[in-house]
């Protein structure tokens, strides 16, 4: 083989074995208890599950009545060969096992036309292909609770999806552990992301600070009309302009308390950047938020 094609299909296994790692039953409970009165009556898809070994699975076949599904849908994926989809109509029945054409891929047209019948989508779908993944749920309009990479956010793909309210976090704070193939645990920058409202997103962040012209905590951008607030708890709450703010602040973000202006800093040109980079005294800051107070 030659030594380019060699490198290739070592970087695609090593991306799919990094896909590997699997959501555990208290994770899952723990975020998707926040929505349950958004599963009633739904058919909920699991499109990157295993239902055999599936933690999702598990939790919807438990919950089913709790949640008043309508039906519950797992599809399984394999790399090279056909495989099945399993299907739940009510708490304690068996589930109907039917044969796939197709591989399970998310994107193979068998899956696209259950993803069409499916009103919620739930899953940790492999990381490698999220911006595809995304892209797929937003075309077909779907609701969605996801686990993700926290970085995702920084994705332009992601971030316009973010800063015109299509997409935002979930409840339950970042960093989580998976499952691996191994049986060991594995720690990941993981996070929740939905289109499904949740409480924590109508929540108003305790706002203390005052920047009373304070320039020295919140300095002005050399190349960018807006101050640095380096810290998302130091936000002040008697500032009208622009400000630039860690990402970690999406996981405090409140739509009614705050508008999502942009980003600047180390995210590609894409109409969302404000500036490509940001100085502070010559100092390159990366990676920032624009947001401003909604009075
Ligand atoms: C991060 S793992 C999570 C598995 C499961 N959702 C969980 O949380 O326990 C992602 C899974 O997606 C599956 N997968 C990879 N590529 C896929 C594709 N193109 N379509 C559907 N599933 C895929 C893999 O088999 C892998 O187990």
Redesign the pocket.
């Known amino acids: 083989m030659p030594r380019k094609s060699k490198n290739r299909n070592l970087h695609r296994a090593k991306k ?1 074995q990094n ?5 555990r039953l208290t994770d899952i409970e723990r975020e998707l208890h926040h929505y349950r009165d958004h599963f009633r009556d739904q058919v909920v898809f ?5 239902p055999e070994t ?3 699975w598990l939790y919807f076949k438990l919950k089913f009545e709790f949640l008043g599904l309508k039906k519950l849908i797992a599809t399984h ?1 394999d790399r090279e060969r056909p495989t099945y989809k399993l299907e739940l109509f009510g708490y304690g029945e068996e589930p109907v096992r039917t044969s796939l054409t197709q591989n ?4 193979s047209p068998e899956c696209v036309e259950i993803l069409k019948e499916a009103d919620v989508v739930v ?5 490698s ?1 999220a911006r595809e993944y995304v892209a797929q749920l937003v075309e077909h309009d779907k609701k969605f609770v996801i ?1 993700g990479g926290f970085n995702w956010i920084t994705y332009k793909e992601i971030f316009k999806l973010i800063k015109d309210n299509r997409l935002w976090l979930g409840v339950s704070p970042r960093n989580m552990s998976f499952m691996q193939p191994d049986g060991t645990e594995k720690q990941v920058n993981a996070c929740w992301f939905t289109n499904l409202e949740h409480k924590r997103r109508k929540e108003e962040l305790l706002l203390w600070r005052e920047y009373a012209g304070n320039e020295e905590m919140y300095p002005r951008y050399d190349n960018y009309d807006a101050i640095e607030v380096s810290k998302v708890r130091d936000i002040p709450k008697d500032y009208a302009g622009v400000m630039g703010v860690p990402i970690t602040f999406l996981e405090k973000y409140n739509p009614r308390q705050f508008s999502v202006e942009g980003n600047i800093g180390s995210y590609a040109p894409d109409g969302y950047s404000l500036a490509n980079a940001v100085y502070l005294k010559k100092r390159k800051v990366f990676k920032r938020i624009v947001i401003r107070r909604i009075p």
């Not at 699991?46 to 295993?50: A, K, R």
């Not at 899953?123 to 990381?127: A, M, Y």
């Open positions: 799919e896909d590997e790692h699997y959501t699991l499109n990157c599950d295993d599936s933690h999702f994926y399970g891929d998310f994107r899953t940790n779908p492999p990381f292909l686990v």
